[in-house]
């Protein structure tokens, strides 16, 4: 009775903290047995820690309220956590990690507000089978970056934001919890907060009370959910369109007007979105409201809490003149966090080597609802274009992984995200629907949705689930594909006696040393002509589960001018041309469009899959760089399909940035300056003109381009139907910058004097980093070594956004004695920073490397012997980039 007044008093304001702090001060303190030293949990959450936990606890229920003020860099709390225990024979850690307790009272036992190793033990002799209640006050810190309370602060108005983002394991830096994924609960919260503020949570509000300056508001119970899918945001949010019938928008004041138009597509797609995947699921939303909130600066293009879906705001509301790609990456974004309120948030993963049970199936189900809802986009060369390659390109290193992660402690989750979970896996999904027929793999999903329904779920349920509905044998078919890494390489060889297609075989061989053979199931095209009105095409279904294959051959089946062996895009792996359909395709030395039969390929997705097997063998060091590029430059100036366009012109720049020396390639420089300046100013549609741009501005690494760029700021030279953006405005500025142009001063001065906003000063100070001085370099290098507590500490987004100008391609010499350094700071990064920064510094550290002195650095870091594994993994999976350069570049001196 005592705690809940102080609870009743502590959900007003610090005001009342006085009071508060007089009546703790006269409680009796009673020391009960503790944990002997050196005996506890130890840091994070281990995977025994968690089990024995699950074991024990059930039925939880949080009570939490926060006290929310302006400037402030902490909140005080307040908790009642209630929960069942069948076992009461050992202490039970609660973690609570990087904040402090103010007061604590387990049952009727006060406890000293003692942490260690990031958790409060509850000594056993105040533990009682059945329920158990817990009473803490607490303090959690609120920062622009490095907590898990974060406070953005909108230069443009003054208005300042809190929001919390709690995945993997930062839900304990915020409130004292059993932060694990199969420990769920029902939360209740309470916020106060300025009375101008709105408060989002995964619930509605029941009810918001004002006293002068401050109000409370009290949100009703949620389902049970996992701790890292508990959120709330706070600040002077505006609704934007409110619509009866439609998920509600919420956007920063400043936003409003660049919103509005946007937000009815957002609303729109996710209305669709939900009745369709609650019919494909054959099971209704599963949440009583489903908001959105646009955050700036926020790490992930979007996080799925339970009810209230964050979005990155950049990646709703477009700084950049957007193209038709740019809005299908939006509504691909939008319907992936959307299916994670079934797949995640319904069913949630046991624990975090499972995490492609939610981001897997999130990212696929994305692409099959765009196939149902908008097939006149494609989504499936999308796919193909955009999902494939980021997974080929980490499963063919040494530090690639299985989909299935070993995680001991999930203090390493994050070590769990990327390229393998997020591309992989949907790629694999993609397969296993091919194998088993759409029926059955719809049905296998609603059977282990019906079964696990507001609970946890591993891998093998899935699996089961899969087997039921189709009667096969998935299991060894996913013990292939998800416990092992790497992938195949698949090639054709083929044979023609007297114009008949004589013999077909596919051969496979893994990528890495580890001799796996996978199980495949693809089609093969046979093409008889470059694609024109007078070519034909043949498929052959194929399957393939040892190193070689013989295909069967119909009878008077004519010789194919060119095979494709993964037709359609249905298998994972890395398909090759082989020989005789490569020469085909690409006639050495053909500079004529008429005569270059891959550019004449008239259906998208097939010349896509083409142009990307040659792009292969480039990364191969099978064919010269200088080759595609002029193939490229072929295409692209009579390129009709944007995505294609697209895709060349990232290639194009990394022939020319990597690939080809600086030396290199002359003339096909002076060709790409011509083409896609004229594509810029003339292609046929406004998306070629815009990606024709973006590639321009990527390109243009001389004074003739530096010129155009700058009378694009002016105004001088304009693009049809194009209005330059303030984010299109900046890579301009960026690129003169670091390009070393004389023109950069005055082009930056001028745009840092128009774009006076929170982004704008984010941009300027991002650009800069790319500024070819030593001095520079040493400042922001500075930049990033501090701590996130630090408070002259730059946001997290502004750091990320600076990584890749401090790196620029051209400047090595200066930027090459930092790669030392940048992989000595690893251990704080992965420790410090959110999921993603650690691949993006990676990224851009060794990305804009290209010397044997820059790999001898990665080799003698990888040489030490008490490297954290984990780390040593993402070094080899973004080393293996630079090592493939270096063997182009000695394969191709151009």
Same mark, same amino acid.
């Given at each position: /009775? ?40 130890? @840091?994070?959450?281990?995977? #025994? ?31 009642? %956590? ?24 387990? &049952? ?5 507000? #003692? ?19 817990? @009473? ?32 993997? /394991? ?79 928008? =919420?956007?920063? *004041? ?24 609650a019919d494909y699921f054959h099971q209704p939303f599963p949440f009583p409201k489903y908001d959105m909130v646009l955050i700036p600066g926020f790490p992930f293009g979007g996080m799925e809490h339970a009810g209230a879906t964050f979005l990155r705001e950049d990646a709703i509301l477009f700084r950049q003149a957007p193209t038709a790609s740019d809005r299908f990456g939006r509504d691909v974004t939008t319907l992936h966090e959307l299916t994670h309120q079934w797949f995640g948030d319904l069913v949630t993963m046991r624990w975090f080597d499972d995490l492609w049970l939610k981001e897997g199936f999130a990212q696929y189900m994305a692409y099959r609802a765009m196939d149902a809802l908008h097939p006149e986009t ?21 530090g690639t992984t299985p989909i299935f992660q070993d995680i001991p402690n999930l203090k390493d989750a994050k070590s769990a995200y990327g390229a393998i979970v997020y591309q992989k896996a949907p790629a694999i999904l993609k397969q296993l629907e091919l194998r088993l027929g759409q029926a059955a793999f719809r049905d296998g999903l609603r059977i282990y949705l019906a079964q696990h329904a507001y609970a946890n779920a591993e891998w $093998? +349920? ?44 596919? *051969? ?60 359609? +895009? ?37 010349? $896509? ?7 292969? &063998? ?19 100036? *009579? #390129?009709?399909?944007? $995505?294609? $366009?697209?895709?060349?012109?990232? *290639? ?55 010129? +155009?760029? &700058? ?72 930049? =990033? ?24 391609? &051209? ?9 030392? !350094? ?9 420790? +410090? ?18 010397? /044997?002195?820059? %790999? ?16 040593? !993994? ?21």
């Amino acid at each position: /009775m005592f705690l809940h007044a102080i609870q009743t008093l502590m959900k007003g304001r610090r005001l009342r903290c006085a009071l508060y702090f007089a009546m703790a001060a006269a409680l009796v303190i009673t020391v009960r047995a503790q944990t002997p030293a050196g005996t506890g949990p130890g @840091s994070g959450v281990s995977r #025994e820690l968690a089990r024995s936990r699950a074991a024990r606890l059930s039925d939880l229920h949080y009570d939490l309220a926060f006290d929310l003020e302006r400037g402030s860099r902490e909140t005080h709390g307040v908790e009642t %956590l209630k929960f069942n225990l069948k076992d009461v024979s050992t202490d039970l850690p609660v973690d609570f990690r990087d904040a402090t307790l103010d007061q604590v009272k387990i &049952n009727d036992h006060i406890l000293p507000s #003692e942490l260690r190793d990031g958790h409060l033990l509850l000594p056993a002799d105040t533990l009682q089978l059945g329920e158990n209640t817990l @009473s803490l006050r607490f303090t959690s810190r609120v920062e622009a970056a490095g907590a898990a309370i974060t406070r953005y602060v909108d230069k443009e108005d003054g208005s300042e934001y809190i929001y919390s983002l709690f995945v993997p /394991m930062d839900a304990s830096m915020a409130f004292p919890c059993f932060d694990q994924p199969d420990l769920k609960a029902r939360f209740t919260l309470t916020i106060d907060a300025p009375t101008a503020w709105t408060v989002i949570s995964n619930t509605a509000p029941v009810r918001k009370t004002s006293s002068g300056a401050v109000s409370q508001t009290v949100f009703s119970e949620t389902k049970p959910i996992s701790t890292y899918l508990f959120a709330f945001a706070a600040g002077p949010w505006v609704r934007v369109h409110h619509t009866p019938g439609l998920s509600d928008v =919420y956007v920063r *004041h400043s936003q409003v007007k660049r919103a509005e138009p946007e937000v009815p597509e957002l609303q729109t797609i996710t209305q669709r979105g939900m009745t369709w995947l609650a019919d494909y699921f054959h099971q209704p939303f599963p949440f009583p409201k489903y908001d959105m909130v646009l955050i700036p600066g926020f790490p992930f293009g979007g996080m799925e809490h339970a009810g209230a879906t964050f979005l990155r705001e950049d990646a709703i509301l477009f700084r950049q003149a957007p193209t038709a790609s740019d809005r299908f990456g939006r509504d691909v974004t939008t319907l992936h966090e959307l299916t994670h309120q079934w797949f995640g948030d319904l069913v949630t993963m046991r624990w975090f080597d499972d995490l492609w049970l939610k981001e897997g199936f999130a990212q696929y189900m994305a692409y099959r609802a765009m196939d149902a809802l908008h097939p006149e986009t494609d989504p499936w060369k999308y796919f193909f274009e955009d999902i494939k390659p980021q997974a080929y390109g980490i499963d063919e290193t040494e530090g690639t992984t299985p989909i299935f992660q070993d995680i001991p402690n999930l203090k390493d989750a994050k070590s769990a995200y990327g390229a393998i979970v997020y591309q992989k896996a949907p790629a694999i999904l993609k397969q296993l629907e091919l194998r088993l027929g759409q029926a059955a793999f719809r049905d296998g999903l609603r059977i282990y949705l019906a079964q696990h329904a507001y609970a946890n779920a591993e891998w $093998s +349920d899935l699996i089961a689930a899969f087997h039921q509905a189709s009667g096969q044998d998935v299991k060894s078919w996913a013990d292939a594909w998800v416990l092992r890494r790497g992938m195949p390489e698949v090639t054709a060889v083929f044979a023609c006696s007297k114009g008949q297609l004589a013999s077909l075989s596919l *051969h496979q061989r893994d990528v890495l040393p580890d001799n796996f053979v996978w199980p495949i199931t693809t089609d093969v095209l046979l093409q008889e002509g470059g694609g024109g009105e007078a070519s034909r095409s043949r498929m052959l279904h194929a399957t393939l589960d040892k190193a070689d294959a013989s295909i069967s051959v119909p009878r008077d089946t004519p010789c194919p001018s060119f095979i494709y062996a993964n037709a359609g +895009d249905y298998a994972y792996g890395r398909f090759l041309l082989d020989s005789q359909s490569a020469a085909y395709l690409a006639p050495p030395e053909k500079t004529d469009a008429r005569d270059v039969p891959l550019t004449q390929i008239r259906e998208p997705f097939l010349s $896509s899959q083409l142009f990307t097997a040659l792009w292969e &063998n480039v990364r191969k060091a099978d064919f010269a760089p200088s080759r595609f590029a002029q193939l490229a430059l072929i295409d692209l100036d *009579h #390129e009709s399909d944007e $995505s294609i $366009s697209r895709i060349l012109g990232g *290639h194009l720049a990394t022939a020319f940035h990597a690939y080809i020396s600086p030396d290199g390639g002359s003339g096909l420089r002076a060709t790409a300056y011509e083409i896609t300046r004229r594509r810029m100013l003339q292609a046929p549609s406004l998306g070629l003109r815009i990606v024709s741009f973006r590639t321009f501005v990527s390109i243009a690494d001389g004074p003739r381009a530096w010129s +155009d760029l &700058n009378d694009l700021l002016s105004g001088k030279l304009t693009i049809p139907g194009m209005e330059l953006r303030p984010l299109d405005r900046w890579n301009i500025v960026g690129k003169l910058i670091s390009s070393g142009s004389p023109l950069a001063a005055d082009a930056f001065a001028a745009q840092q004097k128009t774009d006076q906003s929170s982004d704008g000063l984010k941009y300027a100070w991002a650009v800069q980093a790319g500024r070819p001085d030593s001095a520079i370099k040493a400042d922001y290098f500075a930049a =990033y070594t501090l701590s996130p507590k630090d408070p002259a500490a730059k946001p997290e987004d502004w750091l990320t956004q600076s990584l890749r100008p401090f790196n620029s391609w &051209n400047q090595q010499e200066l930027t090459e004695p930092y790669l030392k !350094r940048a992989l000595a700071q690893l251990p704080e990064i992965k420790r +410090d920073r959110k999921i993603f920064f650690l691949g993006a510094w990676l990224g851009a550290f060794l990305g804009g490397q290209t010397s /044997m002195t820059a %790999l001898d650095d990665v080799h003698a870091w990888l040489g030490q012997s008490d490297i954290d594994p984990d780390l040593r !993994r993402k070094v080899l999976e973004n080393a293996d980039e630079l090592e493939r350069t270096i063997r182009i570049r000695t394969r191709f001196p151009e």
